[in-house]
């Protein structure tokens, strides 16, 4: 089993609409999630990190789950600009805090 | 400017070479990590290193070398018993292992 595991898509989903990915990792000791954006051929970077009590920046809202090892991203109104794929990572301390990427979920914003 | 810089952005190797990834940070982050990617996949750990001349091994170190003979650079050799070196090669820099990591623009090295 992957430690840390994503639906590959893609998410087709037209302007405007809202649209949530999940994803769940293996190590209950993770301690550290973050969602990030990897535009094609392009470096990944940083959309937000994930907080226990859920943490919002605009359109986004991420969500984290200990119970049952999952984190969520939502975005709310789509753009055609969030067309991208979203990575999840994970870190924890039994694997020396080392991140772990999730194979990453693709967005497709149609007009 | 702060950030982390790769170099050559392309980089084409012949087979039997061994080819050296250039990656410096001015982020005065401790700890560097170099991926590979390849088409259509996720991010797979090669390297990664805590501090200065300390590094380990991630999952598919085998066919690659690296040295941190400075906080700032941390760089990759893809030696030639790498026997599928063509991908996307990315290095990144975190201020701590349980921190968010910031990535440079990645290195496309192609066997030719």
């Known amino acids: 089993r992957k430690e840390v595991e994503q639906d590959p898509g893609p998410f087709n989903v037209p302007e405007g609409a809202t649209v949530a990915f999940n994803c769940t990792y293996s190590?209950?000791?993770?301690?550290?999630f973050f969602w990030y954006r990897q535009d094609c051929r392009k470096e990944p970077k940083l959309l937000m990190s994930?907080?226990?009590s859920g943490n919002e920046d605009g359109r986004f809202t991420a969500q984290l789950n200990r119970a049952s090892q999952y984190i969520s991203l939502l975005i709310r109104d789509s753009k055609l600009s969030d067309s991208a794929t979203y990575l999840c990572?994970?870190?924890?301390?039994?694997?020396?805090?080392?991140?772990?990427f999730g194979s990453g979920t693709r967005l497709l914003v149609r007009p | 400017d702060g950030g982390i810089t790769q170099s050559p952005k392309y980089l084409f190797r012949k087979e039997g070479q061994n080819v050296t990834l250039s990656c410096e940070q001015n982020?005065?982050?401790?700890?560097m990590y170099w991926y590979r990617q390849d088409p259509g996949q996720g991010l797979r750990l090669i390297y990664y290193?805590?501090?200065?001349?300390?590094?380990q091994k991630g999952d598919i170190a085998e066919g690659y070398s690296v040295s941190r003979e400075k906080k700032e650079s941390f760089p990759l050799t893809v030696t030639s018993a790498q026997k599928n070196p063509t991908a996307f090669y990315l290095c990144a820099s975190s201020n701590t292992l349980n921190t968010e990591a910031f990535f440079g623009q990645g290195t496309r090295l192609t066997v030719v």
């Open positions: 994930v907080y226990s």
């Open positions: 190590n209950s000791a993770s301690q550290s």
């Open positions: 990572v994970v870190n924890n301390k039994d694997s020396s805090y080392k991140l772990i």
């Open positions: 982020l005065n982050h401790d700890a």
């Open positions: 290193s805590q501090i200065v001349n300390d590094f």
